[in-house]
């Protein structure tokens, strides 16, 4: 998977623009992130390797959907690229780029981890910070 066609990680300013204003929904949004992207990567795998199509496709859409919510827009492609490999019948393709997706998951899910200690704080440390890996 060619990585320069989106972004990893938060896209910080996405998320201010929806956000900014409203961190209470945004931090009930990142707990939400931290024990669903877990559980739904689980469940892909699990289905992956059961031979369980349609079930890896429903975790992976729940996953495109609550990536895309936090501005996790690599992980969401991501993905959307899985799911689209089920979908074809790829199934050994899958569970390679499933590989890639448990990472930017987890760059993801640090990334998160430090938002929302930030927002402990106030607002105004998580819009001025920077995310790093």
Known sequence: MDRQHYQ??????SLAEAF?????????MLALFVTQAPQRQAEMAAAL????????????????NIAGAIRA???AELAKVVGE????????????????????AE??????EAMRKAL????SVLWNSRLTD
């Not at 074809?88 to 990472?103: C, T």
């Not at 402990?120 to 607002?123: G, N, Q, R």
């Open 8 to 13: 990893l990680g938060v896209n910080l300013d």
């Open 49 to 64: 390797a059961n031979d369980s199509p349609e079930e890896a496709r429903r975790a992976l859409h729940s996953l495109v």
């Open 85 to 104: 490999s089920v979908k074809s019948g790829e199934v050994d393709r899958a569970k390679d780029l499933a590989r890639e997706l448990a990472a930017e």
């Open 73 to 75: 827009y690599g992980l």
């Open 120 to 123: 402990e704080v106030s607002p």
């Open 107 to 112: 760059r993801v899910l640090r990334q998160v």
């Open 20 to 28: 900014q204003g409203s961190e209470d929904v945004l931090g009930q």
